[in-house]
């Protein structure tokens, strides 16, 4: 069995704005390749895991979706670091009904799990919502991390709670 490293996109991969479709919109955030180098490095499997409701709202296709992140792996591949697979929901209650694979629900997690043997126990997620941290504890894994740059979040069931990306490390490293 391999371990995986989860990572949201928005607010985690790259800054958040709203409904992101273009790479012309796209920023990295810092430290987003090191601590991936850094698991890559320790042989964890790297997926995303993205709530895309802006495709059930027509803010942006599926096509779009797939063309900036086809752009994400190649950027990432720029760096040495490979993407396994990037997983999206593209639904929202409100417009498509409940569904499995919305967060906090497991189940991008889950179909990753089964698609590439991922030891759930011993991987990581890291998000930077409630949901996101939700989603990796439903899937049954013991270590999340909390991103929040602007150190307002004050609780969260997540393991640890990080306003740098880098911290992560440090903090596996312990």
């Known amino acids: 069995m391999h371990k995986a490293l989860f990572l ?10 709203e409904y992101l479709y273009k790479i012309e919109d796209f920023e990295f955030i810092d430290g987003i390749f090191e601590v ?7 042989e964890y499997k790297i997926f995303v895991v993205t709530n895309q409701s802006g495709i059930v709202r027509n803010f942006y296709t ?4 797939k063309e900036l992140s086809h752009w994400i792996i190649e950027e ?4 040495k670091i490979e993407i396994t697979k990037i997983y999206h929901c593209p639904h929202h209650p409100k417009y498509s009904g409940e569904c499995e694979c919305r967060k906090p629900s497991p189940g991008m997690l889950l179909q990753a799990a089964k698609e590439f043997d991922i030891d759930l126990v011993h991987s990581v997620m ?16 013991q270590t999340t991390y909390l991103f929040d740059e602007t150190k307002s979040i004050q609780s969260s069931k997540a393991t640890k709670i990080v306003s740098k990306l880098e911290e992560i490390i440090d903090a596996d490293i312990k």
């Open 76 to 79: 990432f591949q720029k760096k």
């Open 62 to 65: 599926e096509e779009q979706f």
């Open 8 to 17: 949201d996109r928005d607010g985690v991969i790259n800054v958040e704005k």
């Open 36 to 42: 991936c180098q850094y698991f890559q490095a320790k």
């Open 126 to 141: 890291v998000g930077d919502k409630e949901r996101d941290i939700e989603a990796g504890i439903n899937a049954g894994l």
